[in-house]
Each structure stands twice: as structure tokens, then as C-alpha cells.
């Protein structure tokens, strides 16, 4: 066979709506990490992010998991860290990236009602592989 393979879209991205549902998501990419967690936050989402990492932070040290947050500078925040580095950088948006290989981006701000947030997942090494490296630029 020859050609190109048709790929079912909803296999590699979805959209979520609803907070709980985002969270949920955010839950299980993490629980599925094997190398490497990037979590970059706005300042509103950075609580909530480090809530979600929490359960997973002491899970890192043993799999060998390069954890990584940026956000701005919340000292109470970083004192919450464990196994995960902090970088102190002024984002205007918001995603999770695991194992260069899926990624959810946040979509609405933060004063948005939480049944109506809107965050998308892609499944595609590809695409997270280059929205990593931008911003791995945007950081120098």
C-alpha cells in the first residue's frame, strides 16, 4: 500500500469543556508521564496547577521525571513544590506538556465560570515537539 493514511482526528485531539473535566484530563496525562512533565501557568491557573501536580510530585523522584513549572514568582507556591523545578517566567497562557508527546492547552481565562472552561488536548509527538522547542526560544 502506498499513499497517505488517513488519521482519525478525534483520536489525536479533543476539546474539553468544563473544569472538572479539564482537571480530570490534566489527572490522567500526568499519571501516564515517564520522562518528562512541563507545565507552564498564568499566575490565575497556578494554584490549580500545583494542586494538581501534588499528588504526583513524590511519583517523579522515583520515575525518574523531569518535572518543570513556570509561572511567576508565588513563594508560598514554590514552597509547595517538591521534585518539580520552578522558573519564574510571566505567562499569558496556559498548558500541560507530557513526554513531548500530548499536550492541554487552557483556553479561557481564568474568570471564566468553571462549567464553561474550554481547554484542548493533542496527541501528536510532532506538533508538541514543536510548540516545545518555540518556547524553549521564547525563554532565551
Given at each position: ?106 483556553v479561557s481565562n481564568?474568570n471564566v465560570v ?27
Amino acid at each position: 500500500k502506498t499513499g497517505v493514511q488517513h488519521v482519525d482526528i478525534s483520536s489525536i485531539s479533543k476539546s474539553i469543556v468544563g473544569r472538572t473535566s479539564v482537571n480530570r484530563y490534566i489527572k490522567d496525562m500526568l499519571s501516564k508521564a515517564k520522562s518528562s512533565v512541563v507545565v507552564v501557568s498564568t499566575q490565575e491557573h497556578a494554584e490549580r496547577n500545583v494542586k494538581l501536580l501534588k499528588n504526583f510530585m513524590p511519583g517523579f523522584s522515583k520515575k525518574a521525571i523531569k518535572a518543570r513549572i513556570y509561572t511567576a514568582q508565588n513563594k508560598p507556591l514554590v514552597k509547595k513544590l517538591q521534585n518539580v523545578e520552578h522558573f519564574e517566567y510571566n505567562a499569558h497562557s496556559s498548558f500541560v506538556c507530557i513526554d513531548s508527546k500530548e499536550m492541554i492547552f487552557i483556553v479561557s481565562n481564568a474568570n471564566v465560570v468553571p462549567d464553561y472552561e474550554v481547554a484542548i488536548w493533542v496527541s501528536s509527538p510532532f506538533f508538541v515537539n514543536a510548540v516545545n522547542v518555540l518556547f524553549e526560544e521564547s525563554l532565551k
